[in-house]
């Protein structure tokens, strides 16, 4: 499943899809008023096709309701697979029962630099690619706090086990989080996700960026506090003055990002009643001290 708002680089993301040497239906979701690209009717099996934008997670919840595969493989428009992607995450989910969701390490270029490999969450309650910037991990699989949505393998089975009445994805986060808040529902459910480091994609990112202009860091800063309120639950609050030091430390070192992040914070307050919750924390604090990103060595 690929949503797309018509990039340039829709083609060659759907192509990597074709060239994997497994049996896929490629359906592309597609959100824009002019006319669907000539890539999806070229590469792809099923067209879902929207008059304006979504937001990602809304476009993914939109195309899994309309297709029943047991497999998800979620891709960004602005992401390649590298040969024998497929086959070695099919082989990892086989292997593993628990797991939920893998990826492999995705690279920012042929060159070697990674983009990341897996989520987690950091001291300062960010939600980090890891290993992003440095080189590549080598071995066999490892667990993760969760995968990125940018190129990633799903149990359809698990998404069900943990998707809320919307869908498997939470809507109102439309893009940025999604991804985070979705694997800490998935491990509230028994799931765990990995990274199987001998799988490789292309994702040099930016592309939503770009589509969504100045409201990119808005969504950043905003869904960062509904996807940490909906994690924590009771302890929100308790862990709330460090993620708001972060915030300022953000401002004072990128002025210009001041806008950003009070628009941020004014979006947040908007959603929190939808997101804040009682009770423990979906995933213990134990785990996510053991998953915490600072923890991840190449």
Known sequence: MVPTLGAPSLAAALASVRRQGATVHIVVVYQGAAPVPEAAATFADQVLSFPRPLGFAAAV???LAAVEAPLLL????DAELLPGWLPVLLDALAADARLAAVQGVDLASHDGAVSGCGLAWNRWWQAV?????????????REVFGVSAAAALFRRASLAAAALPGGAFEGALETYYEDVELAARLRRAGSRAALVPAARALHAGGGSADALGG???RLVYANRWLALARLLGGAFAAQAPRALLRDVADTARQPARMGAVIGGWARAVRLLPRFARRGAPLVSRGELRRLAAERFAV
């Open 61 to 63: 919840n939109a195309g």
């Open 74 to 77: 979620l891709l960004n428009d």
């Open 129 to 141: 690619q890891l290993g992003a910037g440095g080189r590549a991990p080598a071995g066999g699989t």
């Open 215 to 217: 409201r990119r860091l």
